[in-house]
């Protein structure tokens, strides 16, 4: 017993030290915020303020009902525990003691009618008090056997409905009442009111009305005749309706996945349309797979494949040879169906040439390959016209014999080797082949001269001589060094003024037996003072804000630079060009080109004229650039080296500059930094409530807050409210008996 006790003990200081922690956290939430107490004669009632604490703000509290004291504002009706019961009240609902339905009879009711008193009220007729009501009319003639039809029943909205009448009488008088669910009706004057050829039972006379059916509902028609024998029939209009399909019994089909399914057209629902039923599967299609037949088809096993589905409402079921087992990747082949171990390959190969020989030159000789052995799979050729190591020509074919027309050029006398390589099945095999080339033609000759000699010669600065050649055998000759183009086998030529030197002019003519060259060489004549032209490039990084023009920049992707070219004639130039070729991660601003400040037209990477220099004349030429996007260069620093070359009189110089591109490689690294938030909200919210609750343990275990005995002091006083209560209560209760009583 003194465990329990003691675990009940514990149990309640721990309940109370969580509630202490709960509310010590509200309370430090909201607690932050200033709260102003109320205060009583403000003229305000305020939170905290009631009529009890604060009448002057919240005003008085009125009579209290069940206090055994029937105060000012109660009454028998709103307080009968303090004022008593109110007595009987006509026209409350409720038929009360001393209330009946003479005297009260919109409580109690009616007493019912009453014959003789001259009014002939409800329950009362002809027959049960004709004093009042009045003596029964004679009894009316019967009625002959009538019929009423409604056609279509239900009937759509705005469509035509027809109401018929029929009976073995010829009724003096039909009209037709539709109840509102039709208008627009119209007699058929021909065929009603007729007593033959009734269509529609086997009465003789029969009336017809067309009519227009209008809202939607159920309604009720009624027939009426001079003979008051009138005859009512029930139909129904539907909201407007139309076919889903064309007839019924009509029938549709289509594919559901490997199923084929159909439906069928009907009237299915309460409108008279007709309508499609819903979709049900009527075939399977099967599903696809392999069957148990194999084949060959080159070194595969080839197996054959069912493939069974549903289209255009039909099954279908196709077959096909697919690929199953791959013979090679297991070194072994296909037979009958079956990946089986071959013998070991052999694999050989022969060589022929076509022509084998003949005079040179000996052009478009054709080679052919023939391989033999049982190695399998697909051949690679390798060609070689003179066994040099060199592939003239290099294929893949299944064929084991292969020409290659008109592969191999021999312009010289000799006898050349010719050479096959193949690769079949891991296996490789080589041959040769001998062309033997002879010389049938006497080989070219030729002699070139330089104003008659064979040279070198000299020549004065800026002067002009003459090329003079002969040629036998020759059927053309080209010309190399310092001029160029096909000339004649014989002819002459001017060089044009020179201004640099020497200058080497190479004739090389060709003819059946071969090829010859003859040169010479011409210098000129030094003349003290004559400078040549030169040129000076520089560059500058516009986005990094640089003024002046440097051999070297250090650029970032997508900046601007500026080129500059000074170009000095020297002692002067004629026909001077100049190009610009950017490097490809460089790409010219469009219409920024300027000669000596002035913007021009043209390109300078392909090349712009000057036209001739005069002696000292100086031009400066800018154009800007972009350097390209990040995504073109690797990370770190790209050295681009850009080159502008200046050309004049078949003489050229050049400058260049250097750009280093740098792309840096930003470096990220995900971090956490505290937010402050939830070290804020331990130490604001749960710290100081905790170090409370921690204080509270230990004065409750210390016995020092006597909270055991507050709380029984708590208990007795509740008892004692409880007690006075129940005690009051009895006494009201007992005051309302006496009452009732008397």
Known sequence: MFKVKTMKKELQILTLTFLILLLGVILNFYLKTPVFAATCGNGVCESGENCSNCSIDCGSCGPTCGNGVCESGENCNNCSIDCGSCGPTCGNGVCELGENCSNCSIDCGSCGPTCGNGVCESGENCSNCSIDCGACPPPQPSCEPINAYVEPNPVAQNSTVVFYFTS??????????????????????????????NPKDGYRCWWKWTCRATNPGSYTATFTNAENCPKSVSYSVVRGCSDECSYSGQKERRCSGNYVQERTCGNYDSDPCLEWSNWSNVEDCGDSGWTNEYRCSGNWVQRKYVNRGCSNAQCYANE????????????????????????????????????????????????????????????????????????????????????????????????????????????????????????????????????????????PYNSSAILTWNSSNASYCVASGAWSGTKLTSGSESTGNLTSGPRTYTLTCYGPGGSTSDSVTIYLQQVLGVVSPTIQKKVRN?????????????????????????????????????????????????????????????????????????????????????????????????????????????????????????????????????????????????????????????????????????????????????????????????????????
């Open 320 to 459: 096909e040879w697919r690929n199953f087992e791959d013979c090679s990747a297991q070194g072994k082949t296909c037979q009958n169906g079956q990946c089986i171990t071959p013998p070991s390959p052999t694999l050989s190969v022969s060589l022929s040439a076509n022509p084998s020989s003949g005079c040179s030159p000996l052009n478009n000789v054709d080679l052919t390959a023939t391989v033999s052995g049982t190695a399998q799979g697909s051949i690679n050729y390798y060609f070689d016209c003179q066994n040099d190591g060199v592939w003239d020509r290099t294929l893949v074919s299944s064929d084991i014999s292969v020409t290659v027309f008109d592969l191999c050029n021999y312009p010289s006398p000799g006898s050349f080797t010719a050479k096959v390589r193949v690769e079949r099945q891991g296996l490789v095999a080589e041959n040769f082949t001998q062309i033997s080339v002879q010389s049938c033609y006497s080989a070219p000759w030729v002699d070139l001269k330089v104003n008659g000699s064979d040279g070198p010669i000299t020549i």
């Open 542 to 742: 516009l986005s990094d804000g640089q003024t002046q023009f440097f051999d070297s920049v250090y650029a970032d992707p997508s900046e601007v630079l500026e080129f500059q070219l000074v170009i000095s004639a020297g002692s002067g130039a004629q026909n001077v060009r100049v190009i610009d070729v950017l490097p490809d991660k460089i790409s010219l601003r469009v219409n920024s080109l300027k000669v000596d400040g002035i913007a021009t037209a043209g390109d300078i990477t392909s090349g712009i004229s000057l036209g001739n220099l005069s002696q000292g004349q100086t031009k400066v030429i800018t154009f800007l650039a972009d350097v390209k996007r990040a995504e073109e260069f690797p990370f770190g620093q790209t050295t681009l080296t850009n080159t502008a070359t200046l050309y004049w009189n078949g003489d050229s110089v050049s400058d260049s500059v250097q750009i280093i591109v740098t792309k840096k490689q930003v470096a990220g690294a995900a971090t956490q930094a505290p937010t402050g938030w939830v070290k804020d909200l331990f130490v604001d919210y749960l710290a100081l409530p905790l170090l409370f609750a921690s204080g509270m343990i230990y004065l409750f275990k210390s016995h020092i807050l006597q909270w055991e005995e507050w709380l029984d002091k708590r208990k007795e006083e509740y008892k004692k409210y409880k007690s006075e209560k129940l005690l009051r209560l009895k006494i009201a209760q007992l005051r309302l008996k006496k009452l009732i009583k008397s």
């Open 168 to 197: 073995n009488k010829g009724y003096t008088w039909v009209g037709l009442n539709t109840g509102g669910g039709a208008a627009d009706c119209n007699l058929d004057l021909i065929n009603s009111a007729k007593c033959y050829g």
